[in-house]
């Protein structure tokens, strides 16, 4: 959240280890100025009351028409059921708001008696109606199997009570947590809205994380304020056939209205892939990927995600390149930038869309396997063409980031995909490939953008203008003992053209150096 001139990141946190534990977890609590440069300062909450004894789990911050923030977590009581609860800054004068204080009339929300009590969870930052009345979307299993996002309206933000209606349900999807709902601007206006207009008009996203499948999925739709309802404007009921907010390696989103920049921003959570022996050695696990700003296309139907411009002052040594080509089969070295800390921009031009491949109705339906299918290495017509990352110097180690052109019918299908089977040569590491359609006229344009951002284990792809997100987490082996590479490749029969490509040297944030704690 955005507070008196700080931004402030709380987060789930074990301060006895690296790994979940036993699930009695607190809250971490960082500040920044900027979003990049980070102070780490005492847990915020720690699970030492009845009604968070076995951990404080997750919440959202709401800004209260004061001007005080409040807290709204789920809290794991005594009795190990899910219940949700209020805190408040012990002394709002404090810029750094280090103290929190639960009040005793805690839980706030007690366990519905229809809900199961380990599926209770993850209440949203809190909304206010045209009517005056808070509201707050609170994730469910209702009667053991239907996977339901709730609404509760209260005066005070002290006494809820549950709306007859929930904002979603579905039995398909089984469990859908972290729910997040927020209204966006009119189609490609790329300022945030905090609240929705005063006549109601303004379309809403409502964002949920499948436990199933460990990926988060959003739809645009239209809310109704006055019966807490959501309409999915023609999308199908099961949400996971809705657009995803990443295609890689990301779970358990959640944005902000950033009242500063006047803009939204979404943070990503991306966990570890490699082994809980390898994170135990390093003493933390997961971490949050780059803060982005969010937007309505403008066809009104999908977000556009784009690192936010402060990540642009830790650029440092520079090298672009203009109106060059990558023949069939070339491999061309990016020289002049080391490769483990990196902002690449590149736009690829292709000169014709004749002999693109045909691809099939029921491969339209999983993008990731199309990608594990038809790799980096994998020759084609118009593509695989991209980048090759995080690259040793005989490219026995590299990450792969590229596009695909198929033929369906009379139209054409952008593949993006992130291929990390060569990522490295351990064994004992998750190396899939992942993948994502973008939704772009490539006949109109005939190229297409890629924006990655390498940091270390991290590399997030941004294609076609943000359309399409890839997060992957990658372990090269080579890392330890020498420098990266970066390359642009091209392993289909028609060539393409590089009609831009500036890349930059990143220098290194400070995150969670030790503070006023």
Same mark, same amino acid.
């Given at each position: 959240? !955005?507070?008196? +001139?700080?931004?402030?990141? $709380?987060?789930? !946190?074990?301060?006895?280890?690296?790994?979940?534990?036993?699930?009695?977890?607190?809250?971490?609590?960082?500040?920044?100025?900027?979003?990049?440069?980070?102070?780490?300062?005492?847990?915020?909450?720690?699970?030492?009351?009845?009604?968070?004894?076995?951990?404080?789990?997750?919440?959202?911050?709401?800004?209260?028409?004061?001007?005080?923030?409040?807290?709204?977590?789920?809290?794991?009581?005594?009795?190990?059921?899910?219940?949700?609860?209020?805190?408040?800054?012990?002394?709002?004068?404090?810029?750094?708001? /280090?103290?929190?204080?639960?009040?005793?009339?805690?839980?706030?929300?007690?366990?519905?008696?229809?809900?199961?009590?380990?599926?209770?969870?993850?209440?949203?930052?809190?909304?206010?109606?045209?009517?005056?009345?808070?509201?707050?979307?609170?994730?469910?299993?209702?009667?053991?199997?239907?996977?339901?996002?709730?609404?509760?309206?209260?005066?005070?933000? /002290? &006494?809820?009570?549950?709306?007859?209606?929930?904002?979603?349900?579905?039995?398909?999807?089984?469990?859908?947590?972290?729910?997040?709902? $927020?209204?966006?601007?009119?189609?490609?206006?790329?300022?945030?809205?905090?609240?929705?207009?005063?006549?109601?008009?303004?379309?809403?996203?409502?964002?949920?994380?499948?436990?199933?499948?460990?990926?988060?999925?959003?739809? *645009?739709?239209?809310?109704?304020?006055?019966?807490?309802?959501?309409?999915?404007?023609?999308?199908?009921?099961?949400? @996971?056939?809705? /657009?995803?907010?990443?295609?890689?390696?990301?779970?358990?989103?959640?944005?902000?209205?950033?009242? &500063?920049?006047?803009? @939204?921003?979404?943070?990503?959570?991306?966990?570890?892939?490699?082994?809980?022996?390898?994170?135990?050695?390093?003493?933390?696990? +997961?971490?949050?990927?780059?803060?982005?700003?969010?937007?309505?296309?403008?066809?009104?139907?999908?977000?556009?995600?784009?690192?936010?411009?402060?990540? #642009?002052?830790?650029?440092?040594?520079?090298?672009?390149?203009?109106?060059?080509?990558?023949?069939?089969?070339?491999?061309? =070295?990016?020289?002049?930038?080391?490769?483990?800390?990196?902002?690449? #921009?590149?736009?690829?031009?292709?000169?014709?869309?004749?002999?693109?491949?045909?691809?099939?109705?029921?491969?339209?339906?999983?993008?990731?396997?199309?990608?594990?299918?038809?790799?980096?290495?994998?020759?084609?017509?118009?593509?695989? $063409?991209?980048?090759?990352?995080?690259?040793?110097?005989?490219?026995?180690?590299?990450?792969?980031?590229?596009? @695909?052109?198929?033929?369906?019918?009379?139209?054409?299908?952008?593949?993006?995909?992130?291929?990390?089977?060569?990522?490295?040569? &351990?064994?004992?590491?998750?190396?899939?490939?992942?993948?994502? $359609? *973008?939704?772009?006229?490539? =006949?109109?344009?005939?190229?297409?953008?890629?924006?990655?951002?390498?940091?270390?284990?991290?590399? #997030?792809?941004? +294609?076609?203008?943000?359309?399409?997100?890839?997060?992957? /987490?990658? !372990?090269?082996?080579?890392?330890?003992?020498?420098?990266?590479?970066?390359?642009?490749?091209?392993?289909?029969?028609?060539?393409?053209?590089?009609?831009?490509? #500036?890349?930059?040297?990143?220098?290194?944030?400070?995150?969670?150096?030790?503070?006023? +704690?």
């Amino acid at each position: 959240m !955005y507070h008196n +001139g700080m931004y402030h990141f $709380f987060y789930q !946190y074990n301060p006895h280890g690296a790994t979940w534990g036993n699930g009695n977890l607190s809250w971490g609590h960082s500040v920044s100025v900027d979003l990049i440069n980070w102070t780490a300062l005492d847990t915020a909450l720690d699970p030492d009351s009845p009604f968070d004894a076995n951990g404080c789990w997750s919440g959202s911050a709401t800004i209260l028409p004061d001007g005080l923030p409040a807290m709204l977590y789920t809290g794991i009581d005594a009795a190990g059921n899910q219940v949700q609860n209020v805190a408040f800054p012990k002394n709002a004068s404090d810029p750094l708001l /280090r103290e929190w204080v639960k009040p005793d009339y805690n839980p706030v929300i007690p366990l519905p008696k229809d809900v199961v009590h380990d599926s209770f969870r993850d209440p949203s930052t809190a909304w206010r109606g045209r009517d005056g009345l808070w509201r707050v979307a609170i994730a469910a299993k209702v009667n053991v199997t239907v996977g339901s996002t709730l609404v509760y309206r209260s005066k005070d933000f /002290r &006494r809820w009570e549950r709306n007859a209606a929930p904002l979603y349900e579905t039995l398909a999807a089984g469990m859908v947590e972290c729910p997040d709902l $927020f209204p966006v601007a009119k189609p490609g206006a790329q300022n945030g809205l905090d609240y929705a207009p005063s006549n109601g008009a303004a379309r809403h996203v409502l964002k949920l994380s499948v436990m199933a499948t460990l990926q988060d999925y959003y739809v *645009v739709g239209l809310y109704d304020d006055t019966a807490d309802t959501f309409n999915l404007a023609g999308a199908d009921n099961d949400c @996971r056939t809705w /657009r995803r907010i990443d295609y890689g390696h990301v779970y358990a989103s959640k944005s902000f209205f950033d009242a &500063r920049k006047n803009r @939204r921003v979404l943070w990503g959570w991306a966990n570890e892939s490699d082994t809980e022996a390898d994170y135990i050695a390093r003493g933390w696990s +997961g971490v949050q990927t780059v803060p982005r700003k969010i937007w309505l296309d403008s066809g009104g139907k999908q977000l556009l995600q784009w690192p936010i411009k402060e990540i #642009e002052t830790l650029r440092k040594k520079r090298v672009g390149l203009l109106g060059t080509k990558v023949n069939s089969g070339g491999v061309n =070295e990016i020289i002049g930038v080391a490769g483990s800390q990196a902002d690449v #921009e590149v736009v690829f031009k292709i000169p014709t869309l004749e002999g693109a491949e045909n691809i099939e109705p029921n491969e339209l339906l999983d993008p990731q396997k199309l990608c594990g299918n038809n790799g980096a290495s994998m020759r084609g017509s118009i593509g695989p $063409f991209g980048l090759l990352l995080l690259a040793s110097g005989d490219l026995q180690e590299h990450t792969s980031v590229f596009f @695909r052109v198929f033929k369906h019918g009379a139209k054409y299908k952008v593949l993006m995909c992130t291929d990390l089977t060569r990522s490295t040569t &351990r064994s004992d590491v998750y190396k899939p490939s992942y993948g994502g $359609f *973008v939704d772009m006229d490539i =006949e109109k344009t005939k190229s297409i953008s890629l924006r990655t951002l390498i940091d270390h284990s991290v590399v #997030e792809s941004f +294609g076609g203008g943000g359309r399409t997100c890839i997060t992957a /987490r990658v !372990y090269p082996e080579h890392a330890e003992m020498s420098n990266s590479h970066l390359y642009m490749f091209n392993n289909g029969t028609t060539m393409v053209k590089v009609s831009k490509l #500036e890349a930059w040297e990143l220098a290194t944030a400070n995150v969670n150096a030790a503070g006023h +704690g």
